[in-house]
């Protein structure tokens, strides 16, 4: 059976480049513990999300927490969207919180700040995703970092300001700008006033591009949509 990097080496035979609005990474010395909220539950992977979170939503009401300094103060740079995290799916469930030793350490946390930047986000999907896929924390975010450089994000800044935006418009914006993904492997979380909050990649057992479930897919096409831009 391939490694989880070497079936995502096959699924990408080339590569594009993921926005980077910009960010200049600090220097990270402590990485927070993580503590599970949750029992550990080992069932089969069929498939995999990637989730891809809009920062400027994200960080609406957060602009002076200290715990969110590096994505939400503007000190490390601007964000677009960003990795929330990299997660195995079950049938019916989803594995977490798999026993593992393995500790991301400072450096692990530095290298990927500018995709997920949070340590403590890192931190935590490591435990409760990445354990259940990977031995070493340091392939789980090799295989996410392989995965988030290979998108070609749309200027949803400029897809923003257009009239009667819907979800089905954002996840065919992605799907666009993407040869190889279809809307329908694109999942659109709306919060509750109808703000953009994540893109979520739906991706098969051999890490390529399948149709999301329902619970994945999330708003329908024709769901009135919003993207805050920060201002």
Not at 55 to 61: D, G, K, L, V
Not at 120 to 142: D, N, V
Not at 206 to 227: E, H, L, Q, V
Request: with cysteine.
């Amino acid at each position: 059976m391939p490694s989880v990097l070497a079936l995502v080496a096959l699924a990408l035979p080339s590569l594009a480049h993921a926005q980077a609005y910009q960010c200049r990474a600090p220097n990270v010395s402590t990485v927070p513990q993580i503590s599970p909220d949750n029992r550990p539950r080992s069932v089969p992977t069929t498939g995999y999300t990637m989730a891809l979170s809009w920062s400027p939503e994200f960080c609406r009401t957060r602009e002076g927490s200290r715990c969110h300094a590096v994505q939400c103060s503007g000190d490390s740079g601007s964000f677009g969207l960003v990795v929330h995290g990299l997660w195995p799916q079950g049938a019916r469930s989803w594995p977490q919180w798999c026993p593992s030793t393995a500790r991301v350490t400072p450096r692990i946390a530095r290298e990927n700040l500018c995709m997920m930047p949070s340590t403590r986000l890192i931190a935590r999907q490591w435990a409760k995703h990445g354990s259940c896929m990977t031995k070493r924390p340091e392939t789980y975010f090799a295989v996410t970092r392989v995965l988030w450089e290979s998108y070609r994000i749309p200027d949803y800044d400029r897809i923003s300001r257009e009239d009667g935006l819907t979800a089905g418009r954002i996840r065919q914006a992605f799907a666009d700008a993407n040869p190889g993904w279809s809307a329908a492997q694109i999942g659109v979380k709306l919060n509750e006033r109808g703000w953009l909050e994540e893109l979520r990649l739906c991706y098969g057992p051999r890490f390529r591009p399948t149709r999301c479930d329902d619970r994945r897919y999330g708003a329908g096409d024709n769901a009135s949509a919003k993207i805050w831009r920060g201002l």
